[in-house]
């Protein structure tokens, strides 16, 4: 018979059975923030996009700022699925699936998505692809980051 027990997530725990004590040591889930990808720029300058912080399950501060040009409207793309990159024209490449699009107008600079993440052990490891752009307005042109992809962690 083997009997286990389990007490803080990301440690070893036993597994004792009749004739041998056994160690198992679950994988843990490692928070990360890689950037990939190029942006673009129009007349107002690129835009970066940024991480607060890493993306760690149970953070209700967890933000994502893309820095403009003060007037421009401030988008920030986030897809769930990894995609083909997207030639949106200017040199400019749709690098996430945009299943959400978040929009700011006439912001006075840098701007902060919040993206509280719940306490949730069912989104270990999940993957987040986010993609921060700009509209300038006078020329009406587009100029997007290079996109960073988020996976939910310890």
Same mark, same amino acid.
């Not at 980051?145 to 310890?154: D, E, K």
């Given at each position: 018979?083997?009997?286990?027990?389990?007490?803080?997530?990301?440690?070893?725990?036993?597994?004792?059975?009749?004739? %041998? =004590?056994?160690?198992?040591? $679950?994988?843990? #889930?490692?928070?990360?923030? @890689?950037?990939? *990808?190029?942006?673009?720029?129009? /007349?107002?300058?690129?835009?970066?996009?940024?991480?607060?912080? %890493? =993306?760690?399950?149970?953070? $209700?501060?967890? #933000?994502?700022?893309?820095? @403009?040009?003060? *007037?421009?409207?401030?988008?920030? /793309?986030?897809?769930?699925?990894?995609?083909?990159?997207?030639? %949106?024209?200017?040199?400019?490449?749709?690098?996430?699936?945009?299943?959400?699009?978040?929009?700011?107008?006439?912001?006075?600079?840098?701007?902060?998505?919040?993206?509280?993440?719940?306490?949730?052990?069912?989104?270990?490891?999940?993957?987040?692809?986010?993609?921060?752009?700009?509209?300038?307005?006078?020329?009406?042109?587009?100029?997007?980051?290079?996109?960073?992809?988020?996976?939910?962690?310890?």
């Amino acid at each position: 018979m083997i009997h286990a027990s389990i007490d803080v997530p990301g440690q070893p725990f036993q597994l004792r059975s009749n004739a %041998l =004590p056994l160690r198992y040591w $679950p994988p843990v #889930a490692i928070a990360s923030v @890689t950037p990939f *990808g190029q942006g673009c720029a129009n /007349a107002a300058g690129a835009p970066v996009t940024s991480a607060s912080e %890493l =993306p760690r399950v149970g953070n $209700p501060n967890f #933000a994502v700022e893309v820095s @403009t040009a003060p *007037g421009a409207s401030t988008l920030l /793309a986030l897809g769930f699925v990894p995609v083909t990159p997207f030639d %949106l024209g200017n040199g400019c490449f749709l690098l996430t699936s945009s299943d959400v699009v978040l929009v700011q107008t006439a912001n006075p600079g840098p701007v902060s998505f919040p993206l509280p993440i719940p306490a949730s052990a069912g989104l270990l490891d999940a993957v987040l692809d986010v993609q921060g752009a700009s509209l300038d307005a006078p020329t009406l042109t587009l100029a997007s980051s290079a996109a960073l992809r988020l996976v939910l962690g310890y």
